[in-house]
């Protein structure tokens, strides 16, 4: 049997981390079978209807991590994308805070503390993510329980494992999340925008992160058009085609970073985006 390196969760000074091991190819297909067979739904009439604010049922996929820390009040901050019944993508940093716990999940819009509460069972950052230049900054988190599929609430495709590093360069994709709050209060507001992904090497000159390692691509960059600033694990997204007709978006990448002033994004400086693809194996293999 082909055998292919994998990684499995572990417990380590009480959080869950990747660990490299081996994993044959006929388990990794079984791993397959965790993704949706239906997946990003997608209305192609909300393209075109020119708003900044998303429908009811749209980008069903979204959500916001609910924290909490001491005997304070539940606070959300961080944006987590719905892959499966079970499973949420994250940026690493926003499950490994020093003080906040990552507790739960809620979903739908519109979102109020009412809604239906989806607590965490594991959380997962990877192994290697670095706090400092923000590398392989994604977490997996599975919930206790199933989420309740419905026109409000649905996941979205993962990304094709065969995406090339510089394929969306100089395109104009889809971005949506909750609006940025530095207060990390409950604000429902979820939004939408259109960004440009420039050449990696444009991205590389315009860094804030002077130590960020150039030679690894599994990070890209986009500019946000509409002066909006997003949520950390927002979501960009592209989409399927069948026969020249759009039918369903994925995940391309969750937003990492990047410099935030007075609600804004700073301008002319890009935000920086954990690509999904590059870990799509990782993913799979990890929802168990």
């Known amino acids: 049997m082909n055998r292919v390196p994998y990684y499995v969760s572990v417990l380590l000074n009480g959080i869950v981390l990747f660990e490299l091991l081996s994993f044959n190819g006929e388990a990794l297909a079984q791993q397959q079978s965790q993704l949706p067979q239906e997946c990003g739904k997608l209305n192609e009439t909300l393209f075109y209807n020119g708003q900044t604010e998303t429908a009811l049922n749209e980008y069903p996929w979204l959500g916001l991590l609910g924290y909490k820390e001491g005997n304070s009040a539940i606070s959300y901050d961080c944006v987590a994308v719905l892959i499966s019944q079970r499973y949420i993508i994250v940026p690493a940093h926003c499950i490994t805070y020093s003080k906040a716990n990552a507790l739960s999940v809620v979903f739908g819009k519109p979102l109020t503390p009412s809604e239906k509460v989806y607590y965490l069972e594991e959380i997962v950052p990877h192994f290697q993510y670095n706090q400092n230049t923000y590398m392989n900054d994604i977490g997996l988190a599975k919930l206790k329980e199933n989420v309740e599929f419905s026109d409000y609430v649905q996941p979205i495709c993962l990304a094709p494992s065969n995406g090339q590093t510089d394929q969306y360069i100089g395109q104009r994709l889809e971005l949506a999340g909750y609006v940025h709050n530095q207060e990390r209060v409950f604000i429902n507001t979820r939004i939408k925008a259109f960004v ?24 890209m960059c986009a500019y946000i058009l509409g002066g909006r600033a997003f949520r950390s694990g927002s979501a960009v997204m592209g989409v399927n085609l069948i026969d020249g007709q759009p039918k369903s978006f994925y995940l391309i990448g969750i937003l990492s970073f990047g410099e935030i002033k007075d609600h804004h994004p700073v301008l002319n ?15 799979i293999q990890n929802m168990i």
Do not use: G
Request: charge should be positive; proline fraction near 8%; include cysteine.
């Open 196 to 219: 440009h992904s420039p050449s990696y090497e444009y991205c590389n000159e315009h860094r804030i992160i002077r130590s960020f390692d150039s030679s690894n691509k599994s990070q």
């Open 269 to 283: 400086r890009p935000m920086w985006f954990q690509r999904i693809a590059p870990f799509r194996d990782l993913i």
